[in-house]
């Protein structure tokens, strides 16, 4: 009888463990498959169709990734990537597109002589810069953004997505230094440009303006003296401020260098010799009676350094 018992505690025991390792079985690995069969899986395409403001999951977006490797159909890679774009805007996202190998992919399509692919691509590219660790991905494209920028059609939405990209990616000091060969360029576009394209531009000289190691650079560029139009009391105050703003940085980062403005030898025709010039210095003057407050303040805060 002891043995029967014994036998049949055992048999138990072993139906007890084996529906254990099944539960456990379930919880490391079926979570998946039960999620594929209680919810309908989206093929690929149908992600793309939208809306485009839905958050999808890990699953949809190794989909949509694969399917942007995979066809050519100039339809389905831009809405693949307008998905891909407004999916890179959330953090958890940001992470996952990266893991599962994705940014290669989308700045692949940075090289498409479809216009519209380009801006869709870079704008997905500008989302997914906001993540640090991305970022570290995302610059090996820089020079070729760069390259483009000025290659693009002048005010062109493309254009724009580049200098967003390039905004974005130099807003820490890390990578600064990838754009120094190219300042001259930014500074031509700047007066090239129109409204929304100078403001842009601005931006970005901002951030390189903040870095006391891109000072030289940016003060021993040659640029036209058409430049100092941008402190034309009558251009906007968008501009205007912005540009009085990198006037600023330029000096607080020179007083950072310890050097004096007027001792540092800069070249006829280059930033400097515009920003610390007579002309300039009338200019700063105008401004310091200007109706804008804060045009105002900045231009007295900038006049004792003539």
Same mark, same amino acid.
């Given at each position: 009888?002891?043995?029967? %018992? =014994?036998?049949?505690?055992?048999?138990?025991?072993?139906?007890?463990?084996?529906?254990?390792?099944?539960?456990?079985?379930?919880?490391?690995?079926?979570?998946?498959?039960?999620?594929?069969?209680?919810? #309908?899986? %989206?093929?690929?395409? /149908?992600?793309? /169709?939208?809306?485009? =403001?839905?958050?999808?999951?890990?699953?949809?977006?190794?989909?949509?990734?694969?399917l942007l490797e995979s066809t050519d159909d100039p339809i389905i890679v831009e809405k693949a990537l307008v998905t891909l774009g407004n999916n890179a805007a959330f953090s958890t996202n940001q992470a996952i597109i990266?893991?599962?190998?994705?940014?290669?992919?989308?700045?692949?399509?940075?090289n498409s002589p479809n216009q519209s692919i380009k801006e869709k691509a870079l704008n997905a590219l500008n989302n997914l810069s906001v993540n640090v660790e991305n970022q570290v991905k995302i610059k090996v494209y820089?020079?070729?953004?760069?390259? /483009?920028?000025?290659?693009? !059609?002048?005010?062109?939405?493309?254009?724009?997505?580049?200098?967003?990209?390039?905004?974005?990616?130099?807003?820490?000091?890390?990578?600064?230094?990838? @754009?120094?060969?190219?300042?001259?360029?930014?500074?031509?576009?700047? @007066?090239?440009?129109?409204?929304?394209?100078?403001?842009?531009?601005?931006?970005?000289?901002?951030?390189?303006?903040?870095? !006391? =190691?891109?000072?030289?650079? @940016?003060?021993?560029?040659?640029?036209?003296?058409?430049?100092?139009?941008?402190?034309?009391?009558?251009?906007?105050?968008?501009?205007?401020?912005?540009?009085?703003?990198?006037?600023?940085?330029?000096?607080?980062?020179?007083?950072?260098?310890?050097?004096?403005?007027?001792?540092? #030898?800069?070249?006829?025709?280059?930033?400097?010799?515009?920003?610390?010039?007579? =002309?300039?210095?009338?200019?700063?003057?105008?401004?310091?009676?200007?109706?804008?407050?804060?045009?105002?303040?900045?231009?007295?805060?900038?006049?004792?350094?003539?």
């Open positions: 009888m002891g043995g029967a %018992r =014994d036998a049949g505690w055992v048999a138990a025991g072993l139906v007890l463990g084996a529906g254990a390792c099944y539960c456990i079985y379930w919880l490391t690995r079926g979570p998946r498959r039960a999620r594929r069969r209680l919810r #309908p899986s %989206r093929s690929a395409e /149908d992600l793309t /169709d939208g809306p485009y =403001d839905a958050v999808l999951n890990a699953e949809q977006l190794e989909k949509l990734l694969y990266r893991e599962l190998g994705g940014i290669p992919i989308v700045a692949n399509k940075i820089v020079q070729r953004v760069c390259e /483009d920028v000025f290659a693009d !059609p002048l005010n062109s939405a493309v254009q724009l997505a580049g200098l967003r990209l390039l905004t974005n990616m130099t807003v820490t000091n890390n990578y600064q230094h990838l @754009l120094s060969s190219y300042i001259t360029g930014l500074l031509h576009l700047l @007066l090239t440009g129109n409204g929304s394209t100078k403001v842009q531009v601005l931006k970005l000289l901002l951030n390189l303006s903040e870095n !006391p =190691d891109m000072t030289e650079g @940016l003060l021993s560029a040659q640029v036209d003296a058409s430049f100092l139009s941008l402190y034309d009391g009558r251009i906007t105050s968008e501009i205007l401020l912005r540009a009085l703003t990198l006037f600023q940085n330029l000096n607080n980062c020179l007083r950072v260098e310890g050097c004096l403005a007027a001792q540092l #030898p800069f070249a006829k025709g280059s930033l400097f010799s515009l920003l610390y010039g007579e =002309d300039c210095a009338q200019k700063m003057r105008a401004l310091a009676h200007h109706h804008d407050a804060d045009v105002k303040e900045k231009a007295l805060a900038i006049l004792p350094k003539f």
